[in-house]
């Protein structure tokens, strides 16, 4: 069973960037695909991006296409999500999640936080001036 920590996230402005880490206990590399969620006060929680197992597909929500990208570092079995031109509607504290094998990100299905098996604690993204 993997275990996932976040960590990154931080006060910043409108406009601003952040890089949330997510890092798991063991391998994860042709094992697990890695999805980001998010959750604001009052909402709920909701799929931002994922990146497959094998590397070959990854996906994001359309609120942000274009201002977010979701990279891996298979030595360090650690996945990352670089945040730019953050918005308010940002603000959330952000998890990420764990699912054995590719089907749960790919182009079969959407990003599904219920079929996420392992998650982490969370961290909070705060946009705001």
């Known amino acids: 069973q993997v275990q996932l920590v976040e960590s990154g996230g931080d006060l910043v402005q409108p406009g601003g960037s952040l890089k949330l880490s997510c890092s798991a206990s063991?391998?994860?590399?042709?094992?697990?695909?890695i999805g980001w969620f998010r959750q604001a006060p009052g909402k709920e929680r909701e799929a931002v991006s994922c990146i497959s197992s094998s590397d070959d597909y990854i996906s994001y929500v359309d609120s942000v296409k274009g201002r977010f990208t979701i990279s891996k570092e298979n030595a360090k079995n650690t996945v990352y999500l670089q945040m730019n031109s953050l918005k308010p509607e940002d603000t959330a504290i952000y998890y990420c999640?764990?699912?054995?094998?590719?089907?749960?990100?790919?182009?079969?299905?959407?990003?599904?936080?219920?079929?996420?098996?392992?998650w982490g604690q969370g961290t909070q993204v705060t946009v705001s001036s």
């Open positions: 999640a764990a699912v054995w094998g590719d089907y749960y990100c790919s182009r079969y299905v959407g990003i599904e936080p219920n079929e996420y098996v392992h």
């Open positions: 063991g391998p994860i590399a042709g094992r697990y695909s």
